[in-house]
């Protein structure tokens, strides 16, 4: 199974680290056996799973059920789970949850913040827990309004200052989102802990996704990510197929059936007859 040792070595051959979402078990084999290196269980299991409006609608419990799905797929890769809004809020309240990720299969935890968190990932990181951190725009306390952050140069040096402040704090990694390529390009050469980005240029060691969005799936696809195929179109024709097929009674056919011999057909067809007033009786009943 990869550990975080085994990510250090990848930023340090500049071998680029791979890093998807994943909610269930069946994706989550998949990802493994395509070489994906850290499997992530968002939070963003709330909207693309659930059918929460936001991600602060995630709950613990919710995130551990889904990472104890995706654990079970996993073989290889490096589970990371999403810590949902609220369950890090204080040093202790932060660490018991970190347990319960790892108890439900997970290799290490993401939180998402940055001055407001280090006192809470230091004290996870320094219990052994390999801590990933998540700085730029943070849909947790960002919303659903997403914008490119260190455009300025008060902004910029914010999250330069925090990006090295997480890794003093004990962050094995640290995913930057929506910053600017060339700030990113610096924040990866400054830090000795690996950077995963998302919409965060070329230059960090490694890329995230949403699996939905590189699948094809949504309707819109962000600027930040890319639709690999339209698995989204195919599902929906695959669906209507099913439903027009049983609509026209040619699903399911006699190929898709058990069969019995005529004999025993015979003897059950008896057996009706004789006992049918008693079945109808007893199901009135």
Not at 29 to 44: F, M
Not at 48 to 56: E, F, P, Q, R
Not at 106 to 129: P, R
Request: proline share 3%; net charge negative.
């Amino acid at each position: 199974m990869i550990t975080v040792d085994d990510l250090y070595r990848k930023k340090e051959n500049q071998e680029k680290i791979t890093m998807l979402t994943a909610y269930d078990y069946p994706t989550a084999v998949l990802e493994d056996k395509a070489g994906v290196d850290i499997i992530l269980i968002g939070d963003s299991v709330g909207t693309n799973v659930l059918g929460y409006k936001d991600v602060t609608e995630v709950t613990m419990d919710d995130m551990v059920h889904h990472i104890k799905a995706v654990a079970r797929g996993s073989e290889n890769s490096f589970v990371l789970g999403d810590m949902p809004y609220g369950s890090f809020k204080t040093q202790e309240i932060a660490l018991n949850n970190a347990r319960r990720f790892m108890d439900a299969g997970a290799s290490g935890i993401k939180m998402e913040g940055e001055e407001d968190v280090i006192d809470q990932m230091e004290y996870v990181a320094s219990s052994g827990i390999p801590v990933c951190a998540h700085i730029g725009y943070t849909p947790q306390t960002d919303g659903n309004n997403a914008s490119a952050q260190g455009k300025d140069i008060g902004r910029a040096i914010e999250l330069l200052t925090i990006a090295e402040r997480t890794k003093k704090a004990g962050a094995h990694m640290i995913v930057l989102e929506l910053i600017p390529e060339r700030l990113a390009k610096e924040i990866t050469s400054i830090l000795s802990i690996p950077t995963i980005g998302i919409g965060a240029g070329r230059f960090c060691d490694g890329q995230v996704q949403v699996i939905y969005d590189i699948l094809g799936i949504p309707e819109r696809i962000y600027k930040h990510a890319k639709a690999y195929d339209n698995i989204g179109e195919k599902y929906k024709n695959v669906i209507s197929s099913f439903v027009n097929e049983v609509k026209a009674l040619q699903f399911p056919t006699k190929d898709n059936s058990a069969e019995i011999s005529d004999d025993l057909y015979n003897d059950i067809c008896q057996w009706i007859q004789k006992n049918s007033p008693n079945l109808s009786m007893a199901h009135q009943k």
